[in-house]
C-alpha cells in the first residue's frame, strides 16, 4: 500500500492528492490486549548478497511492559495502490496435510509487489529479495493488494480514480511463477458494496488445508484510514459471484490481511498507533490485538506471515512519502527466545514495496 498523504494518516492504504486526510480517534477492540511492541531505530546498513538481494543489520527491542489498547497502494497508475499480506510460503513440511487442496510449486517464499508494478519474493532465511517479472495484467492502474492461494495463482486488486480523492478496485488473477500470465476474471468494481480491501488466503483449520481469501474493507477515501467501533468490515471472498460477502464489522477502516496454513488470520493496521489483530474469520470478532510503540503504518506498507513469524515490510524512512522499504521481524512464537521482540532484519530493500502476499503452503513453524 502506498500513500501521497501526510504519513501520519496512512493506516492501510493510500492516498493520491497531496491535502491531508483526518484521523478518527482510535477505540478499543475486543478481545485481549498484549503489552506494547517498541523499535528501535535501524542502526545498521544494508548489504548487498550474492543474488543481488539486500540483508540488513538486525536492530532488536523486546516488549516493554505498559499495556495498550487496541491496503499498499502501488505508484504505477493513476491511482492508490496498497496491498495487504497473505501466506504464500513453501510447501511446508511443518504445515496441515494438503492431500485435499495440494500445494502448487514454487510457494515457499514471500510474494511481495513494488511501487512499479513488479513481483519479486522475500526469503526470511535467506533475507534476500529476488525479481519473479513484471505484471502482466491488462490494466493500466496501480496495484492496491495482492492475496497468493495455494493453487499458485495471486489475486490481485489495483486501484482507479473516482474523482479528485476517491478510489475504487479492480481483481486480476495471474500466475505467481510468471506473472506475465495475468487475466480479468470479469469483476465488477465495487461489487457488494465492497469499495477496496486488504486481502489474504487462510486455510480453513488446522485439520483442512483448503484455503478461502479474506477481504478487510477499506473506503477508498484517499488518506483517511481509520480507525473506531465499526469502522470497517471483514469479508469472504465468493469466486463464483466474484464479490466479497460481508462476515461482521471492525473497528479498522483499511488494514493488511495475512493468514495462516493452520486457519488463522491477521491484520496490520490501526491509528495512530499500528498494530496485528487476530480476527475470529466466523465473526470478525478480535482474539488477540497486539499494539506497537514505534513500526508505523509508513506511506507504503503490507505484512505476511512465515515460520511462526510476522514480517512487516513499511518504508525505512517512516516520515517519508518516498525511497524504499525495511523489513521488520516480529518473534511472534519466541522461537528466538526474544520476548516477542520486533527486528529490523534488513534496513534497505533493493525495492519500495507495497503489497505482500504468502500462501497456506508457507511453514506454520520455523523450518529445520
Not at 37 to 58: F, M
Amino acid at each position: 500500500m502506498r500513500s501521497r498523504s501526510a504519513p501520519w494518516l496512512v493506516a492501510l492504504a493510500l492516498a493520491c492528492n497531496s491535502e491531508p486526510g483526518t484521523q478518527a480517534t482510535g477505540a478499543a477492540a475486543s478481545g485481549p490486549t498484549l503489552p506494547n511492541l517498541t523499535l528501535p531505530e535501524p542502526t545498521g546498513e544494508a548489504s548487498s548478497d550474492s543474488d543481488g538481494g539486500t540483508v540488513g543489520t538486525g536492530t532488536t527491542t523486546g516488549a516493554p511492559t505498559t499495556s495498550g489498547d487496541p491496503g499498499a497502494p502501488t505508484t504505477g497508475g493513476s491511482g492508490p495502490k496498497f496491498d495487504l499480506g497473505e501466506d504464500t510460503g513453501p510447501v511446508a513440511t511443518t504445515g496441515p496435510d494438503d492431500a485435499l487442496c495440494p500445494c502448487a510449486p514454487k510457494l515457499d517464499l514471500i510474494y511481495v509487489l513494488s511501487d512499479d508494478r513488479e513481483l519479486w519474493t522475500y526469503d526470511p532465511l535467506a533475507n534476500a529479495f529476488a525479481l519473479v517479472g513484471p505484471l502482466g495484467c491488462p490494466t493500466t492502474d496501480g496495484t492496491f493488494s495482492m492475496g497468493v492461494g495455494r493453487d499458485g495463482f495471486a489475486w490481485i486488486q489495483t486501484t482507479i480514480p473516482q474523482g479528485i480523492s476517491n478510489f475504487v478496485g479492480d481483481l486480476f488473477r495471474l500466475d505467481v511463477s510468471n506473472p506475465q500470465n495475468c487475466v480479468d476474471p470479469g469483476y465488477s468494481p465495487g461489487a457488494n458494496g465492497w469499495v477496496h480491501f486488504g486481502m489474504a488466503f487462510v486455510s480453513e483449520s488446522a485439520n483442512d488445508p483448503c484455503d478461502r481469501l479474506y477481504g478487510q474493507h477499506w473506503n477508498g477515501q484517499a488518506g483517511l484510514w481509520s480507525e473506531g467501533p465499526g469502522a470497517g468490515k471483514l469479508g469472504v471472498f465468493d469466486p463464483v459471484a466474484l464479490q466479497m460477502n460481508t462476515i461482521g464489522v471492525t473497528n479498522y477502516n483499511g488494514a493488511e490481511l495475512t493468514g495462516t496454513g493452520d486457519g488463522r488470520l491477521y491484520a496490520f493496521g490501526g491509528v495512530p498507533s499500528a498494530k496485528l489483530i487476530q480476527f475470529d474469520k466466523q465473526t470478525a470478532q478480535a482474539i488477540e490485538t497486539l499494539p506497537f510503540n514505534n513500526l508505523p503504518l509508513t506511506n507504503a506498507f503490507a505484512f505476511a506471515f512465515w515460520g511462526g513469524d510476522f514480517y512487516f515490510f513499511t518504508l525505512a524512512d517512516p516520515n517519508g512519502q518516498t525511497g524504499n522499504s525495511k523489513v521488520t521481524k516480529l518473534d511472534y512464537d519466541d522461537s528466538d527466545n526474544s520476548g516477542k521482540a520486533l527486528t529490523t532484519v534488513n534496513g534497505n530493500a533493493p525495492i519500495r514495496i507495497v503489497g505482500a502476499g504468502v500462501s497456506t503452503c508457507a511453514p506454520i513453524e520455523p523450518p529445520g
